[in-house]
């Protein structure tokens, strides 16, 4: 059975830092492009930032470009999100993705591409 289990969220002050991770079981990831997706209340859900199954490319939303850094470690199945220059507008809760066509070039940017979601962990910033 595949899963997907994020860790790492929490409550944190404007301007802090947080690390978000995704672990994956079930079967080996490092084949799969990955991803987070954040959705707050009342907004729209964002794919905030994409990962190639090489971590050799990555895609960030305008709204968390220069402040968010996506990575994977292939060996531990696990991709990471630092959060960095956190703003009170990043509280949401936040899930990682995987698109399980291997090898898939590049990097996925739309919702009905990737195959398998985690549960989520909850961010929230403070002012």
């Known amino acids: 059975q595949v899963q997907l289990v994020e860790s790492g969220g929490g409550l944190v002050q404007a301007g802090g830092s947080l690390r978000l991770s995704c672990a994956a079981s079930?079967?080996?990831?490092?084949?799969?492009?990955m991803g987070w997706v954040r959705q707050a209340p009342g907004k729209e859900r964002e794919i905030v930032a994409a990962i190639s199954w090489s971590g050799g490319s990555t895609y960030y939303a305008d709204s968390v470009k220069g402040r968010f850094t996506i990575s994977r470690d292939n060996a531990k199945n696990t991709v990471y999100l630092q959060m960095n220059s956190l703003k009170p507008e990043d509280t949401a809760v936040y899930c990682c993705a995987a698109d399980l066509l291997p090898r898939r070039a590049g990097v996925v940017t739309m919702f009905s591409q990737y195959d398998y979601w985690g549960q989520g962990t909850q961010v929230t910033v403070s002012s």
């Open positions: 079930g079967r080996t990831f490092s084949s799969y492009p």
